[in-house]
């Protein structure tokens, strides 16, 4: 596509749920990175995918988080067992290659209620 | 520790002045580094790339420095205009053979007054 899409664009849940976030990155990206940035604070990493090469999970916070990268295209962020802490705008990006600009969604905004 | 050093302080400037923003880095050796701009409620845009062996890049109305010995870049809009009012975020990656994922400063808030 054009850019880079999330969905949803807003979510609440309750607290103790799971919820699964999407993204699709631009056609022909190899790597996808996923951020979190919480109401007036930078970007925290995630996790990265990079073509067929394991991904680089250093940035979840807890074994809650998991994501996955199908077919080398579409990525979802799963977290488990939902927690307050956890509201924020989730961020995905797709950039051609290392070592390019990425090029970020719009965001999906996660409440825990 | 590792640290990416953005002034947290809103820069306000009256249009048609050169704003500079500073991004300081400790303990981390960059490949290269990356600016973006961020509006209110939107994903951050990417505006420039610079290589560790590059000094500088301009792109229109922006320039970049890179001093890797002050670690150190400073970017430049020049001529500003009240639509480059946005928050500014510096991003780098963390050494030459992990070149792939970007570690971001917290942004400067610019604001331009006509």
């Known amino acids: 596509g054009a850019g880079v899409s999330q969905s949803p664009s807003n979510k609440v849940t309750e607290k103790g749920k799971d919820v699964e976030l999407r993204c699709d990155p631009i056609s022909g990206h190899t790597a996808l990175y996923w951020y979190r940035q919480s109401l007036g604070q930078g970007l925290e990493f995630l996790i990265y995918f990079q073509g067929n090469s394991a991904p680089d999970k250093s940035g979840l916070p807890s074994d809650r988080f998991s994501a996955e990268r199908t077919g080398g295209s579409v990525s979802t962020l799963t977290i488990q067992r939902t927690q307050q802490e956890d509201s924020a705008v989730y961020l995905c990006a797709s950039s051609l290659a290392e070592g390019y600009g990425y090029t970020f969604g719009s965001g999906t905004r996660l409440t825990v209620v | 520790s590792q640290k990416i050093e953005q002034n947290s302080e809103a820069l306000n400037i009256q249009e048609g002045k050169t704003a500079t923003l500073t991004c300081n880095y400790t303990?981390?050796?960059?490949?290269?580094l990356q600016w973006y701009r961020q509006d209110p409620g939107r994903g951050p845009v990417f505006l420039l790339l610079?290589?560790?062996?590059?000094k500088e890049k301009r792109k229109e109305r922006l320039k970049v420095t890179f001093d890797t010995t002050l670690k150190q870049s400073l970017f430049h809009i020049t001529a500003s205009q009240p639509a480059d009012s946005a928050t500014y975020l510096c991003a780098l990656t963390h050494g030459s053979s992990n070149t792939g994922k970007l570690i971001f400063g917290q942004g400067t808030t610019l604001q331009v007054k006509p």
């Open positions: 610079i290589r560790e062996n590059e």
């Open positions: 303990n981390y050796s960059p490949a290269y």
